[in-house]
């Protein structure tokens, strides 16, 4: 949505719109500095997204989204871990087994754990997407909103002040 305001200035009302713009030029300028300081804080939020599900979050002061994507992460990561584990220690007895009926059990007890380890492993990878795709959509919302300021021209040397704002 965007709002136009058009208005016919007296001289005085000219002069003060002149300084007033001159002054929006130098907070422009502020502005682009801090639009800088805003692109590196964009890509500090991503890289730690990167690193760690959550951490983007967490920078970008969503705290529970923050919070969950990093206990589901450290979910994926212990159940991965733990069924690794399990998993190992199946397949050592399935080694060592001496009836056909241990070396049986201690199989499938193998491969089911090796099966939850690969579920984990998978949940681990979807949720390091969706943080991706979440910080993604939350820094395309921040950017959305914008406000310009503008005087122009007219014919009869008119001077127009223009204000648009999007959201």
């Known amino acids: 949505m965007k709002i136009f305001v058009r208005v016919k200035l007296s001289k005085l009302l000219k002069i003060f719109i002149i300084i007033f713009?001159?002054?929006?030029?130098?907070?422009?300028?502020?502005?682009?500095?801090?639009?800088?300081?805003?692109?590196?804080?964009?890509?500090?939020?991503?890289?730690?997204?990167?690193?760690?599900?959550?951490?983007?979050?967490?920078h970008e002061k969503k705290y529970l989204k923050g919070v969950i994507f990093i206990t589901a992460e450290l979910i994926a990561i212990t159940g991965a871990i733990l069924n690794n584990r399990q998993g190992n220690i199946n397949y050592n007895k399935y080694r060592s087994s001496l009836?056909?009926?241990?070396?049986?059990?201690?199989?499938?007890?193998?491969?089911?754990?090796?099966?939850?380890?690969?579920?984990?492993?998978?949940?681990?990878?979807?949720?390091?997407?969706?943080?991706?795709?979440?910080?993604?959509?939350?820094?395309?919302?921040?950017?959305?909103?914008?406000?310009?300021?503008?005087?122009?021209?007219g014919v009869n040397n008119e001077i127009f002040f223009t204000l648009n704002y999007s959201f």
């Open 21 to 58: 713009i001159s002054s929006l030029i130098n907070a422009e300028d502020l502005a682009s500095k801090k639009a800088d300081k805003t692109n590196i804080t964009d890509s500090r939020a991503l890289e730690k997204s990167l690193i760690f599900p959550g951490l983007g979050q967490l």
């Open 99 to 153: 009836t056909e009926n241990d070396a049986l059990f201690f199989r499938k007890e193998t491969e089911r754990f090796d099966r939850s380890r690969n579920l984990f492993i998978a949940a681990g990878i979807g949720v390091w997407m969706i943080n991706m795709l979440d910080i993604y959509i939350l820094k395309k919302k921040m950017e959305k909103k914008s406000i310009e300021v503008s005087l122009k021209k």
